[in-house]
């Protein structure tokens, strides 16, 4: 008999930023990092994974085309060795208990995995974390794993590292651990989803037309020949991780935008280090820094912050605010970072924050204080779209299968 599940995972975004590896087989970091995840309404991964006896091989999809030589694929291959063999344990603990007749030998299946994201193909976003924790999760599901979500992370952290934070939902710290076979890199929730519901996040999509240095590659060259990242790994991530679980935890805005602002800004600065350098940031992100910047400068003292901008390894800008100056922000953006003309996906507003978007976002007077030549309006397009995510849940199942009757994707 066929055994299928279909479930659903998140993205999440970084505050404490992870970039290094001292192990870059089992993806152990050089050091912790601490992140949020986005809720699922706009950002999303989904997988359908299919166990049959009757299945010949293992095969992939993924955004609608098969992935060949899934036998090279290291990081796939040890997520699925992993969890099969916890199932094969399983079957051996269950057939002792009931019968071994009474046990389905699912680790012995081949399988049938289906998977896509719903991120606007414009975005570019990274997708390795919200996939990988996907997948994981998927295969704890189908393999009914009697293990924790932290267990589970420790797998999905094989898959890509940054993918072991998207397990769960809310707060969530990835501690680096100190032993070799990784058994203590795992992550943790700080807090929940709801434990600060006021707190908001935009994902500002800025157009690159290159091709980047993919953040495996690039992170090791950084490891390599950045002193800059021996002196963060060292001296500063550990006390950061320690004020910033503080700042979560208190709810604290300003001491959480210091820390996300400073911590984006460094590992941006570790790129810099890298010989040869390594370049997320283009003029749009620095801009659109500039203009967070000037924006919090409005609160006219210098440790109170409005946002907080963050960026991972690529042009984005994502920002994080407290629920009512959401708008506000979104009509600096707008303003400064116009929409192409007929763009109808640059806002979708799916909280109804706007009655009309189209008459009111970019036309809403500056907040007060705020200077208006801080940087010229950019072209139109610079920004391609803004999104808007609350915090959300970890991984969940659902009932949509993305596979037919015969096995094979839908679409
Ligand atoms: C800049 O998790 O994508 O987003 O472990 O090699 O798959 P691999 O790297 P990945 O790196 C993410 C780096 C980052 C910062 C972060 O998410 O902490």
Not at 109 to 120: T, V
Not at 190 to 214: F, M, R
Not at 330 to 346: A, G, M
Not at 384 to 408: C, E, V
Request: glycine share 6%.
């Amino acid at each position: 008999m066929a055994h299928e599940v279909t479930s659903t995972g998140p993205v999440n975004i970084a505050v404490i930023k992870y970039w290094g590896k001292r192990d870059t087989e089992l993806i152990l970091p050089t050091n912790s990092s601490i992140s949020i995840t986005l809720s699922q309404d706009q950002l999303r991964s989904k997988t359908t994974i299919r166990a049959s006896p009757n299945f010949t091989k293992t095969r992939l999809w993924l955004n609608g085309v098969e992935e060949l030589n899934l036998d090279n694929n290291v990081r796939l291959q040890n997520c699925l060795r992993a969890t099969m063999k916890l199932r094969k344990e399983y079957e051996d603990q269950l057939s002792d208990e009931i019968g071994i007749d009474n046990v389905q030998p699912i680790s012995s299946y081949k399988l049938h995995i289906c998977s896509e994201n719903n991120f606007p193909t414009a975005a570019g976003l990274a997708s390795s974390a919200s996939g990988f924790a996907c997948l994981v999760y998927t295969l704890s599901q189908l393999y009914e794993l009697p293990i924790s979500t932290t267990e589970l992370s420790k797998i999905a952290r094989q898959g890509s590292g940054s993918a072991c934070r998207s397990l769960f939902g809310g707060f969530v710290n990835w501690q680096m651990g100190t032993k070799q076979d990784g058994s203590d890199s795992q992550a943790l929730q700080i807090a929940p989803h709801d434990h600060w519901p006021e707190l908001e996040a935009l994902i500002c999509v800025v157009s690159d037309a290159k091709k980047g240095t993919s953040s495996t590659e690039g992170m090791q060259n950084t490891v390599k020949t950045s002193t800059l990242l021996q002196h963060r790994i060292n001296n500063v991530v550990p006390e950061r991780m320690k004020l910033m679980i503080d700042a979560i935890n208190r709810k604290d805005f300003n001491k959480f935008a210091e820390l996300t602002m400073k911590d984006s800004n460094q590992f941006h600065a570790c790129c810099l280090d890298t010989f040869p350098p390594i370049f997320y940031l283009n003029d749009v992100s620095r801009a659109i820094i500039r203009v967070i910047t000037e924006y919090n400068n409005t609160t006219g003292k210098p440790d109170e912050f409005k946002a907080a901008y963050t960026f991972d390894a690529g042009p984005n800008a994502v920002i994080y605010a407290l629920k009512q100056n959401i708008p506000e922000i979104i009509n600096l953006i707008s303003k400064y970072f116009p929409p192409s003309q007929n763009n109808v996906t640059y806002f979708s507003n799916p909280y109804n924050l706007f009655s009309n978007e189209k008459e009111n976002i970019g036309k809403l007077s500056l907040p007060n204080n705020f200077n208006e030549n801080i940087i010229p309006v950019f072209p139109d397009g610079s920004v391609k779209q803004i999104l808007h995510a609350r915090i959300g849940n970890g991984p969940k199942i659902d009932h949509d299968s993305l596979l037919n009757p015969n096995g094979y994707p839908i679409n």
